[in-house]
T-cell receptor, first 111, second 111 residues
Framework: KNEVEQSPQNLTAQEGEFITINCSYS?????LHWLQQHPGGGIVSLFM???GKKKHGRLIATINIQEKHSSLHITASHPRDSAVYIC?????????????FGEGTQLTVNP | SQTIHQWPATLVQPVGSPLSLECTVE??????LYWYRQAAGRGLQLLFY??????ISSEVPQNLSASRPQDRQFILSSKKLLLSDSGFYLC??????????FGNGTRLTVT
């Protein structure tokens, strides 16, 4: 069982819809990251969270430490949001930086 | 600011040939560095991580090895490639308390 699990694996939406991607983790973490991977393969960091909520443009990320759960929301989705969204947890190992990835959510936003 | 350089971007190698992928970082010292592999349509698999020069931890027994000859250099190698080594290889910098940084990746095809 993966220590970080995402749902759904695939998500198709119409332009303008509100989108939620969920992430659950089973270990203690120092931070939770949301990443975006475009078809070319490059990965960019969207958010780093250790508590509460962060917002950047149409993207919102929340985390509930007690429930070991995080969500990524996209408001007013657009076809350019189509990508793989990956949740990753920075673990509480001795170096403080062991990183475990979820399997990713493939998002397709249709015009 | 922290940056990662990874090369080459694409590589086609025959089975049994050697491999050397290089990752260098700028803008930080004593970074924690990681090599990940992503098979087609799959999530990111941690291969190796390094918390300092000469310090390598292997996550998955395989045909690959890693080395950290300098503080800002992390190399992924193989003496003899297998078909199953094909995939997308990413180098990552995991700063404590900061967002993640990824190289642009190397797409390796073993023929």
């Amino acid at each position: 069982k993966n220590e970080v699990e995402q749902s759904p694996q695939n998500l198709t939406a119409q332009e303008g819809e509100f989108i939620t991607i969920n992430c659950s983790y089973s270990v203690g973490i120092s931070a939770l990251h949301w990443l975006q991977q475009h078809p070319g393969g490059g990965i960019v960091s969207l958010f780093m969270l250790s508590s509460g909520k962060k917002k950047h443009g149409r993207l919102i990320a929340t985390i509930n430490i007690q429930e070991k759960h995080s969500s990524l929301h996209i408001t007013a989705s657009h076809p350019r949001d189509s990508a793989v969204y990956i949740c990753a947890a920075t673990g509480l190992d001795t170096s403080g930086s062991r990183l475990t990835f979820g399997e990713g959510t493939q998002l397709t936003v249709n015009p | 600011s922290q940056t990662i350089h990874q090369w080459p971007a694409t590589l086609v190698q025959p089975v049994g040939s050697p491999l050397s992928l290089e990752c260098t970082v700028e803008g930080t010292s004593n970074p924690n560095l990681y090599w990940y592999r992503q098979a087609a349509g799959r999530g990111l698999q941690l291969l190796f991580y390094s918390v300092g020069i000469g310090q390598i931890s292997s996550e998955v027994p395989q045909n690959l090895s890693a080395s950290r000859p300098q503080d800002r250099q992390f190399i992924l190698s193989s003496k003899k490639l297998l078909l199953s080594d094909s995939g997308f290889y990413l180098c990552a910098l995991v700063p404590r308390g900061s967002p993640l940084h990824f190289g642009n990746g190397t797409r390796l095809t073993v023929t």
